[in-house]
């Protein structure tokens, strides 16, 4: 079974400032996708970024880039020019490819950020 | 973007009856659609996956015949609570993946609804 591990429950950044979250994960498969999802108060999951696990280049969207290393199982998110709208709850999740790409989710971090 | 609709939005049921709530997806195909649990500051638990045209597949732990799910077309999935309680009360979410007719969605990502909060009383 895939487990995903969020160590940080809760985390603050200014405005403005760079935060990083960190997220690891254990898998036996070769050939999956990570992502990182928001879900901020309204509750409405929205994805963030995505990393395809055979490729070894970062993935990056605007602001939002991850630090991705296979042989550690290692999946951090880095948010820079942090905005008060990142205010959120993000989730981890291990995308199984031989299951439709059903999601494992970590436990979550919840992202403060403050004027 | 891709949209993912639920209905209703609440719930409030009395102990005993069912409740069916409904994921459609607006501008895409889905012949895979997710059915999430998630309570209170709490993750997203993954209780099935449906499939259009055939049986739903049913995570460890998640009772077939308690928790009905229907992917009846491309289009609509439905989850049946049958026989609802008060333990069953929660917050739950489907998405939806793109069949690969869209060339804007990826295949191997998931799009969410907005959820549903059931209540049983």
């Known amino acids: 079974a895939q487990t995903v591990t969020q160590s940080q429950p809760e985390m603050s950044v200014q405005e403005a400032e760079t935060v990083t979250l960190s997220c690891t994960y254990d898998t036996s498969e070769s050939n999956y996708y990570l992502f990182w999802y928001k879900q901020p108060p309204s509750r409405q999951m929205i994805l963030v970024i995505r990393?395809?696990?055979?490729?070894?280049q970062n993935a990056t969207e605007n602001r939002f880039s991850v630090n991705f290393q296979k042989a550690a199982k290692s999946f951090s998110l880095k948010i820079s020019d942090s905005q008060l709208g990142d205010t959120a709850m993000y989730f981890c999740a291990f995308g199984r490819s031989n299951s439709g790409y059903a999601l494992n989710f970590g436990k979550g971090t919840s992202l403060l950020v403050t004027p | 973007g891709a949209v993912v609709s639920q209905h209703p939005s609440r719930v409030i049921c009395k102990s005993g009856t069912s409740v069916k709530i409904e994921c459609r997806s607006l501008?895409?195909?889905?012949?895979?659609m997710f059915w999430y649990r998630q309570f209170p500051k709490q993750s997203l638990m993954l209780m099935a996956t449906?499939?259009?045209?055939?049986?739903?597949?049913?995570e460890q732990g998640v009772e077939k015949d308690k928790f009905l799910i229907n992917h009846a077309s491309l289009t609509l999935s439905t989850l049946t609570v049958t026989s609802a309680h008060p333990e069953d009360s929660s917050f739950y979410i489907c998405s939806a993946r793109d069949q690969g007719a869209t060339v804007r969605l990826r295949t191997d990502t998931q799009y969410f609804g907005p959820g549903t909060r059931l209540t049983v009383l």
């Open positions: 449906s499939n259009e045209g055939s049986k739903a597949t049913y």
């Open positions: 990393q395809e696990a055979y490729k070894q």
């Open positions: 501008d895409f195909q889905a012949t895979t």
